[in-house]
């Protein structure tokens, strides 16, 4: 069955820190693009990471770069986001997804556009980030 499963969400206090784990089917998570994507209360879902599960090289939208991080573990299939310095705008719904290979260096980089190359979705987890 394929499938992405987030967990880590929850509430954190500005500045302060939280990681999100994606856990990916084999059939999902072997050599493809992995990414991570946010949806803020009211808003259209973002991209905000990707990363080549074989590779690693990895892409950031500029709201993120230098205080999050994506990284993988392929003897897991798991692709987590570490979150550092978080301030209220980083709250949202964070989605795990699968994104079409060919996009990968793009599509967490181009706000909203990235979405329309992702073939797999999890269900998300909400962070919430107080003042």
């Known amino acids: 069955l394929d499938q992405l499963v987030e967990s880590g969400g929850g509430s954190v206090q500005t500045g302060g820190s939280l990681r999100l784990s994606c856990a990916a089917s084999k059939e999902i998570y072997s050599a493809s693009c992995m990414a991570w994507f946010r949806q803020p209360p009211g808003k259209e879902r973002e991209g905000v990471a990707s990363?080549?599960?074989?590779?690693?090289?990895?892409y950031y939208a500029d709201s993120v770069k230098g205080r999050f991080s994506i990284s993988r573990d392929n003897t897991k299939n798991t692709v987590y986001l570490q979150m550092n310095n978080v301030n209220p705008e980083d709250t949202a719904r964070y989605y795990c997804?699968?994104?079409?290979?060919?996009?990968?260096?793009?599509?967490?980089?181009?706000?909203?556009?990235?979405?329309?190359?992702?073939?797999?979705w999890g269900k998300g987890a909400l962070v919430t980030i107080s003042s």
């Open positions: 990363i080549f599960t074989a590779g690693g090289s990895t």
């Open positions: 997804a699968k994104v079409t290979y060919s996009a990968c260096k793009w599509a967490a980089v181009t706000g909203t556009k990235g979405a329309a190359v992702v073939e797999f």
